[in-house]
């Protein structure tokens, strides 16, 4: 069993903070985009059953990009050409990402009918004047409407993307934000701090000078406020910007990204997805163009970048980065065990020592756990972890 | 033969090179594709500054009046901190050619290479270059050399390096109106050193003028001063291509090749006699080269013991030694830095450019503390102390006297300025000693300022006020007391010699809150909070502190694309290396230059 991920690239306004590979369609591109997406699914599925593989899909996640900007035409196409490629059940995830405004009784409708069983909904904030300082256009009342839609249309676990940390904000509007999405009965929640990437609006204008970021002592009382406020509406913190509530079929965490964390397996279609399969990673080629161009010529190829071959080392250091960041921490023999091969087994235990007398890790039942206090140092935790292995 | 030996002298930018290169041409010396590159100056890193630092000398041939002329350059560097190199190349000359940019006018190095040539008795021989540009004043600037520098106004040439114009002028000049050598004194060999450089298939080579005597290929000679002996094994001219030669006698220049290994063992400005027939005396005046200003460098990472990296940087240390003998360098241990290099140069750039060497060339990445200038301190003991560093000062109950070196600052400024040039010296404890117009619209200033005052932001400071139009030199003239203090900086509780600074005592109180205010910007938090102090004798001056960190993790991992959160986090884990650890705080090189900041 796998995972897949499918990317559109579309939206129709480019958001100041947003580094993803997404931009506005002036050529009308959606159509052939779909063919070519079809294409590259139907390639991956051969590619598959080529190697015996089951076909079954654990989880699916469409993001983008704005995937419900495709038109119900062009979803009606990527429906066939999933069910054509893979066995998507109801047990799948099945996840797709959408802005508010895009949401219609009818895409809800088709949705729905294609196996959709998820739906994520990039709410950003509450407040139209911090929406704006992040240049992301939709109207906040649509998100409530959105959601009733989706779950009208039986699509049960919702979720919110949330930021914080954003120039100008306070606390007490963020705090209004979270309850906000905990009225509208939300059964997860992703809440981010402002992250200020490379080459994005957000930080050409941070450097410019034309405001100024939010001081850290306000957003670490943000993060600590949101795990409180959200743990206590019932919505539990598994990763560190991801809190879900227990019922599995409204709330529960998504798979789909646990399947990263855990560093399971996945496929990729569509211009700029990641793939990560027996030990491999690579991206598709972050260009339309050039990957429908591809998609043709090699019916169904997409071209890569950034491929990694197997390297057991860099393996074992991103599975505990992104595995210190989840509740469920690490299983400490397992990695202990990994570490092995690369004779850094002590230093790697040393490590965890250390952490665990500076309070930052806990372990328990075999397990590495960041503490309360861990959590807010996360990156200086697993560094030092990833450290001893070189 | 007539024999003409000679410099060629300018501000910076005048056009020295470009000239040179003129001159080479006219005289057919050099192929137009040779002298597209202007080959006097020979290092990669000094053309990309535009600088020349090592002095080296060409021989030319040339027919005028139908007789052969035997032309000698010998090209000098063009910034104020080889002015010893400068003042020996022009020992070797006997007559220079003053370059004056007929669209800017006298600036201070004009002046200053232009007392250091009448100092050593040359003939001078001024022009006014650039005159084919349209804003060329070449007459007003005749003038002005008149008036400051006392050279007649009809005797100056106008010329153009860039069109040529002039030119036949200047060489007929150089033929006729610098004098020839002065003849032998004595039948011994006495010749000059007045440059050296390494070249890594040779070994050592020698810039010489011979003075008396003669000097031949496979003769064995000694060097006055230190004494060594050696057997020549290549004698020449740079032409400019190197053609060997059988011997070089009295009034001539060129070059030597002995097998000598490194530069430590040659002294510019040293006498070469024979070995078996030596003069009795040296050629007058062999002075030290003074290193004016120190720092130290430490290898960049962490790790307290005499590691691979203080290897490596010894290595490096050597090497840059062996091509440039007037850069010294001894081991230091400092508490906090652990093992390293206290290095002293002849002034700033000079130091730069060895910081910039030892990373380029060495591989090896350092941390260098805030340059200091050289302190005398009298202790009650009677004892007089060389204190190169701060964190080197006794303890203030025995001092007698702390003295500082001072300089003769020379500015020129177009009028206006003249105010705020004023006040700028006055605020670095300046001392006005004359001011004299230069023409209807430019002073030149005068001031005596402790060395320190001007060590690092000074120059900036002066271009940026006069929007590029001041020009400065400056000479070390001597020691001087004043009320002066250490300030110590405690970073976490523990004292960081290498942050320690003398100041004036009435100024110590700002000059500390602001270095605390500037480490607390180049400090990153910690997950503790880090005070900072900074005090005298053990007295607080000053205190911040720098806030506990409260957060350290990415918002968001992209799941999926995980490669770019991995090359943050081994982007950050190098960052670290960069830094040196003081107890458990780690600080990156920049705070260590939070030292200079003059709290203005
Ligand atoms: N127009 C013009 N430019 C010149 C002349 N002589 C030099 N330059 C330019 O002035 C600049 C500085 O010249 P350079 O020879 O490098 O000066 P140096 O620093 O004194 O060696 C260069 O850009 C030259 O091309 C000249 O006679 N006419
Ligand atoms: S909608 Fe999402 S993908 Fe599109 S620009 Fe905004 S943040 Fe980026």
């Known amino acids: 069993m796998r995972s897949l991920y499918a990317h559109v690239p579309f939206c129709f306004h480019k958001c100041h903070y947003c580094d993803f590979y997404s931009f506005v369609d002036n050529a009308d591109r959606q159509g052939p985009f779909t063919e070519a997406l079809a294409l590259e699914l139907g390639a991956l599925a051969r590619w598959e059953r080529d190697g015996g593989f089951d076909p079954g899909l654990d989880t699916l996640f469409v993001g983008g990009g704005t995937p419900t900007l495709l038109a119900l035409e062009h979803w009606e196409r990527l429906g066939e050409a999933l069910h054509g490629a893979y066995a998507i059940t109801p047990d799948t995830e099945f996840s797709v990402e959408c802005n508010p405004e895009t949401a219609t009784p009818e895409l809800m409708a088709l949705l729905a009918s294609i196996g959709v069983n998820r739906l994520s909904v990039g709410a950003q904030s509450f407040h139209p004047q911090h929406l704006k300082t992040l240049e992301r256009w939709h109207d906040p009342d649509n998100v409530e409407r959105a959601l009733d839609l989706a779950r009208e249309a039986g699509i049960r676990r919702v979720s919110l993307d949330l930021i914080y940390a954003i120039p100008g904000q306070t606390l007490a509007e963020w705090e209004a934000d979270l309850a906000r999405a905990i009225a509208i009965g939300t059964g997860h929640v992703s809440a981010y701090a402002l992250t200020y990437e490379p080459n994005t609006a957000m930080t050409v204008r941070l450097k410019q000078g034309k405001f100024e970021a939010t001081d850290e002592d306000l957003e670490a009382t943000m993060f600590e406020r949101t795990i409180e406020v959200l743990g206590a509406a019932g919505l539990e913190r598994y990763e560190v910007s991801n809190f879900a509530a227990s019922d599995p079929a409204t709330g529960g965490p998504c798979r789909h990204n646990m399947a990263y964390w855990r560093q399971e397996q996945w496929h990729a279609a569509g211009p700029s997805a990641s793939a990560h399969v027996g030990g491999q990673r690579w991206k598709n080629a972050p260009r339309l163009t050039d990957w429908m161009r591809s998609i043709h010529e090699t019916d169904g190829g997409s071209p890569i970048t950034d491929h990694e071959g197997v390297d057991p080392s860099r393996a074992l250091a991103e599975r505990i980065m992104t595995g210190l960041r989840l509740a469920e921490g690490l299983d400490a023999s397992e990695m202990l065990t990994r570490a092995e091969s690369l004779g850094r087994t002590a230093a790697l235990e040393a490590a965890a020592h250390r952490a665990q007398e500076h309070g930052h890790l806990s372990f328990d039942d075999n397990r590495w756990r960041l503490t309360d206090t861990g959590l807010l140092f996360a990156d200086g935790v697993s560094a030092d972890l990833m450290s001893a292995l070189d | ?600």
């Open chain 2, 1 to 600: 033969m007539h024999i003409r030996n000679f410099s060629i002298i300018a501000h910076i930018d005048h056009g020295k090179s470009t000239l040179s290169d003129r001159l080479l041409q006219s005289t057919n010396a050099v192929s137009a594709r040779e002298s597209r590159e202007q080959f006097l100056d020979s290092m990669d890193l000094e053309r990309e500054r535009g600088i020349t630092i090592k002095a080296s000398a060409v021989t030319v041939f040339h027919v005028h009046k139908g007789e052969q002329y035997m032309l000698n350059f010998i090209d000098t560097p063009g910034h104020v901190d080889f002015s010893y190199e400068v003042s020996r190349a022009l020992t070797a000359c006997e007559g220079a050619v003053l370059v004056v940019d007929s669209t800017q006018g006298v600036e201070a190095q004009t002046v200053a290479n232009a007392y250091l040539a009448v100092n050593n008795d040359l003939e001078i021989i001024t022009c006014v270059n650039k005159i084919d540009l349209p804003a060329a004043q070449p007459d007003e600037v005749a003038m002005e050399i008149e008036q400051i520098l006392g050279f007649p106004a009809e005797d100056c040439i106008p010329c153009s390096a860039k069109t040529g114009e002039g030119l036949p002028e200047l060489i007929e000049a150089i033929c006729e109106r610098l004098p020839p050598p002065r003849a032998a004194k004595m039948p011994e060999c006495r010749a000059l050193i007045f440059d050296s450089h390494y070249d890594d298939y040779r070994g050592v080579i020698i810039y010489i003028r011979v003075f008396d005597g003669e000097l031949k290929h496979g003769d064995k000679i000694r060097m006055m001063g230190t004494g060594r002996t050696y057997t020549v094994t290549e004698l020449g001219k740079y032409t400019p291509k190197p053609v060997k030669v059988k011997s070089l006698g009295p009034g001539e220049t060129g070059y030597l090749v002995a097998a000598i290994k490194t530069l430590q063992d040659v002294r510019v400005g040293d006498t070469i006699t024979s070995d078996l027939r030596p003069a009795s005396e040296p050629l007058p005046g062999y002075e030290e080269p003074m290193q004016m200003v120190f720092c130290d460098f430490f290898p960049s990472t962490s790790g307290d013991g005499r590691g691979s990296q203080f290897e490596d940087l010894r290595e490096a240390m050597a090497k840059l030694a062996l091509n440039d003998a007037s850069f010294t360098y001894a081991p230091v241990h400092s508490e906090a830095l652990g093992f390293g290099f206290r290095c002293g140069f002849l002034g700033l750039l000079h130091m730069d450019i060895i910081q910039e060497r030892l990373e380029r060339e060495g591989g090896v990445e350092v941390i260098q503390t805030a340059p200091t200038v050289t302190y005398q301190l009298l202790t009650t003991a009677g004892e007089e102390l060389e204190i190169q560093n701060p964190a080197e000062l006794p303890d203030p109950s025995i001092w007698k006297e702390l003295r500082e070196p001072i300089v003769r600052v020379e500015v020129i400024v177009p009028k206006e300025f003249v105010g705020d040039i004023m006040t700028l010296c006055l605020s670095r404890r300046g001392e006005f000693r004359a001011q004299l117009a230069i023409s209807e619209t430019r002073q030149m200033l005068t001031y005596e300022i402790p060395m320190a005052e001007i060590i690092y932001d000074f120059y900036d400071k002066l271009k940026s006020m006069t929007r590029g139009y001041a020009t400065m030199d400056y000479e070390v003239i001597g020691y001087k007391t004043d009320r002066l203090v250490k300030v110590d900086i405690m970073i976490n509780g523990d004292p960081l010699e290498a942050l320690s600074f003398i100041s004036h005592k009435d100024t110590a109180d700002k000059r500390g809150r602001s270095l605390l205010i500037r480490l607390k910007k180049e400090i990153a938090r910690h997950q503790f909070e880090i005070p900072l102090q900074a005090m005298i004798g053990g007295k607080i001056i000053a205190r911040e502190s720098i806030k506990s960190m409260r957060k350290n993790v990415t918002a968001k991992c992209y799941g999926g694309d995980i490669s770019r959160k991995k090359k943050l986090l081994d982007k950050q884990k190098k960052g670290k290396k960069k830094m040196k650890s003081i107890g458990s705080v780690e600080i990156p090189q920049q705070a260590f230059m939070a030292v200079l900041d003059q709290g203005e």
